[in-house]
């Protein structure tokens, strides 16, 4: 039987409750507070809820309270306050610090078992979710351990950081480009159409966990065939027509294969997330041949990537309070964006038409 601790400086109250309880439960009873803790201390791993009168000499019912969340022990053993009072600031400040649930006086023996039959259901539901957290966790860090030593492996074989060199020629080889179509462009029109270049190499964590995630075996091939983002470079615009502009021009070259275009801004992501993505076929040019490695490339107005990059904080950054407002003002943002990144680009056109 599980065991409940009464504390309540009148005595008729603490047997009414005891002949109420006794069929159900094991009881334990307490005159005040300081002998009500006095009992936790001994048998705090025993006692299954305590049933707490808030005015008593010698400590009150509020002094327990906070003393058994300094122990830790509030959020473990549930708390049930027994008292007259109805006043709602009385009961909001209790359940503020941590009380599960009131029984008021006069006593009506279904409430009182009900409410603490539902009771210390919940808490035991609450104990078996987090002890499955925990187990979850146990898991996942086992697994990133796990994760961790064969990416460190994966790291230390040479047929893969010859595959890292020719990702990294890639990248090399579409920043060129890039950057030779920035010149001509600042040539011909007297501007150029993006702002800056950022170029990311996926390391060798992130590979094997997605490889392992999707199901596929981690060898050369599989990276290959099955990662599309080992080699990734995000150009920063100033308008969304010189994004268009530039992806027009650098697909267009010869030895360029597009195998898959995704475009975020003229259709964006439910977030909000814009963004135009091209997945292209390069040609590195090593010392005894000549082959093609996949790259993606991310185009963004600054004003979109600002926002992105706030976004990704949100997504993997943990205990974040008010997480559906912060989407919600996202959202909006997105918006006020896109309308901002054209209204930006009409002004730059009227400007440039003034000077012909």
């Not at 920035?182 to 992130?206: A, G, H, Q, V």
């Not at 267009?252 to 292209?280: E, T, V």
């Not at 992105?308 to 205990?319: R, T, V």
Request: glycine share 2%; with cysteine.
């Amino acid at each position: 039987m599980q065991k409940i601790l009464i504390v309540d400086d009148v005595e008729i109250n603490r047997e009414l409750l005891r002949n109420i309880l006794k069929e159900d439960y094991m009881i334990e009873m307490a005159e005040n507070g300081e002998e009500a803790l006095a009992k936790l201390t001994v048998w705090h791993n025993g006692i299954s809820a305590i049933l707490l009168d808030l005015q008593m000499p010698k400590m009150d019912g509020f002094t327990v309270i906070a003393q058994l969340k300094e122990q830790g022990l509030i959020g473990k053993i549930p708390v049930l306050i027994i008292s007259s009072e109805h006043a709602v600031e009385i009961e909001n400040r209790c359940f503020e610090l941590g009380v599960s649930d009131f029984i008021h006086k006069p006593f009506v023996s279904s409430i009182v078992k009900n409410r603490i039959k539902n009771t210390l259901e919940l808490f035991a539901c609450k104990n078996q979710l987090e002890q499955k957290v925990e187990e979850q966790e146990e898991t996942l860090k086992k697994q990133h351990q796990i994760i961790q030593r064969q990416a460190e492996k994966l790291k230390e074989s040479k047929p893969f950081n010859k595959l890292m060199l020719e990702y990294r020629s890639a990248i090399m080889e579409v920043e060129t480009r890039l950057n030779v179509l920035n010149e001509e462009f600042s040539l011909e029109y007297n501007r150029n159409p993006f702002e800056s270049i950022k170029s990311r190499l996926k390391s060798p964590t992130s590979i094997y966990e997605k490889l392992e995630r999707k199901g596929y075996p981690v060898t050369m091939d599989s990276i290959k065939k099955h990662l599309t983002d080992v080699a990734g470079l995000r150009v920063i615009c100033s308008f969304p027509d010189d994004i268009y502009r530039l992806a027009e021009l650098f697909t267009k070259q010869d030895d360029i294969i597009l195998l898959k275009k995704k475009d975020y801004i003229k259709n964006p992501k439910s977030s909000g997330y814009r963004s135009l993505h091209l997945i292209s076929s390069v040609p590195i040019f090593l010392s005894d041949e000549k082959q093609y490695m996949t790259v993606e490339v991310q185009f963004r107005t600054i004003a979109m990537d600002f926002w992105a990059s706030l976004e990704h904080k949100l997504k993997y950054k943990q205990d974040v309070d008010n997480t559906e407002e912060i989407v919600r003002q996202l959202k909006n943002c997105a918006d006020s964006i896109e309308a901002l990144d054209y209204e930006m680009q009409d002004i730059r056109n009227k400007i440039d038409k003034s000077k012909e």
